[in-house]
T-cell receptor
Framework: SQTIHQWPATLVQPVGSPLSLECTVEGTSNPNLYWYRQAAGRGLQLLFYSVGIGQISSEVPQNLSASRPQDRQFILSSKKLLLSDSGFYLC?????????FGPGTRLTVL | GENVEQHPSTLSVQEGDSAVIKCTYSDSASNYFPWYKQELGKRPQLIIDIRSNVGEKKDQRIAVTLNKTAKHFSLHITETQPEDSAVYFCAATRGNNRLAFGKGNQVVVIP
């Protein structure tokens, strides 16, 4: 079975600072990968998905970007964080006909 | 695109009673319907799913039913226990292995 790693687990960043969140997957090859954001007490918003190395699709316009430099690595970035970027960031993997979530990164922008 | 509606937003049940959460979807091409349970501060966990070629699936105290004609599916939890208290999300496929999620239901099991 696959395992999804995310780091860091928690992060506090000032407004205007850059961001880099990393997600790696084990136990599967060529998975579809996803980045979701969950604001406090809210639902799951799909930000990006990727079907392969270098292939990124954006769901919503924003100041975030994503990259997939390796088959099992997915990175979420920002050049300048906004207060509204605070939330719980979840990486997910579609494998064996099911979607699983990583443990998440809780980001607070001050 | 696919739109998933989830009702009710909050559900309180007495321990031992049953809980039912209903979701409706709009895209008749959707063929996979998972349910996730999210405890406070944790990741959503897949608890049960159903594909469009079956009408019902059961796993111990939880079951899911699917009505393709009416485009709705439901999660049933029997003999509820305090550890069933969580937010439950339903979802439906919307192409390219993406999922459209409902907004979530807060289930509270009262001891």
């Amino acid at each position: 079975s696959q395992t999804i790693h995310q780091w860091p687990a928690t992060l506090v960043q000032p407004v205007g600072s850059p961001l880099s969140l990393e997600c790696t997957v084990e136990g599967t090859s060529n998975p579809n990968l996803y980045w979701y954001r969950q604001a406090a007490g809210r639902g799951l918003q799909l930000l990006f998905y990727s079907v392969g190395i270098g292939q990124i699709s954006s769901e919503v316009p924003q100041n975030l970007s994503a990259s997939r430099p390796q088959d099992r690595q997915f990175i979420l970035s920002s050049k300048k964080l906004l207060l509204s970027d605070s939330g719980f960031y979840l990486c997910a993997c579609w494998s064996y006909n099911e979607q699983f979530f990583g443990p998440g990164t809780r980001l607070t922008v001050l | 695109g696919e739109n998933v509606e989830q009702h009710p937003s909050t559900l309180s049940v007495q321990e031992g009673d049953s809980a039912v959460i209903k979701c409706t979807y709009s895209d008749s091409a959707s063929n996979y319907f998972p349910w996730y349970k999210q405890e406070l501060g944790k990741r959503p966990q897949l608890i049960i799913d159903i594909r469009s070629n079956v009408g019902e699936k059961k796993d111990q105290r939880i079951a899911v039913t699917l009505n393709k004609t009416a485009k709705h599916f439901s999660l049933h939890i029997t003999e509820t226990q305090p550890e069933d208290s969580a937010v439950y999300f339903c979802a439906a496929t919307r192409g390219n292995n993406r999922l459209a999620f409902g907004k979530g239901n807060q289930v509270v099991v009262i001891p």
